[in-house]
């Protein structure tokens, strides 16, 4: 039972770091995700913050679930949800700052799904400024065909403002 808790909250993590980066991240909290999509020369970003917010998720989870915090009222499902969180931001570090945007290590993946993912998040990165956009999610990537031809519609609905090498 553990182990489908975990699995389930790795899976249920992807659509909440969809919605949070659809809704929030390029919504009210557009101001830490901005320097995201601009282009810089630092270490970290503003938008290293969420990150902050995922640990606290995990590290509350953990808290709920340990009968060193909670004493008898500890919700034992919260220790293996917490651990789900943290897979989820390990996968998420690595995937999306690592591979995609090679912030620890060098690797261009030259196809499956590997290549899938960095184009994906790519053509993520296509638009300028918050409003439009495709690919919110971290490690399930649409079609790149798709995604480009979603970019034209809504560059053509005056919806986003698209880079127009990104979607030919």
Known sequence: MPALIVLATVVAM????????????????????????????????????????????????????????????????GTWIGLGILFYGIIYTLVHDGLVHQRYFRWVPKRG???????????????????????FGFVFARDPARLKAELKAQREAGIAKVREAEIG
């Open 14 to 77: 992807e659509w909440v770091a969809w919605s949070s980066h659809k809704y929030i991240m390029h919504g009210w909290a557009w101001g830490w995700h901005r320097d995201h999509h601009e282009p810089h020369d630092k270490a970290l970003e503003k938008n290293d913050l969420f990150a902050v917010v995922g640990a606290a998720m995990s590290i509350s989870m953990f808290a709920l679930g340990s009968p060193m915090v909670m004493g008898a009222s500890a919700w034992w499902p």
């Open 113 to 135: 799904y590997a290549k899938r993912l960095v184009q994906a998040h790519k053509l993520h990165h296509a638009t300028i400024g918050k409003e439009g956009g495709v690919s």
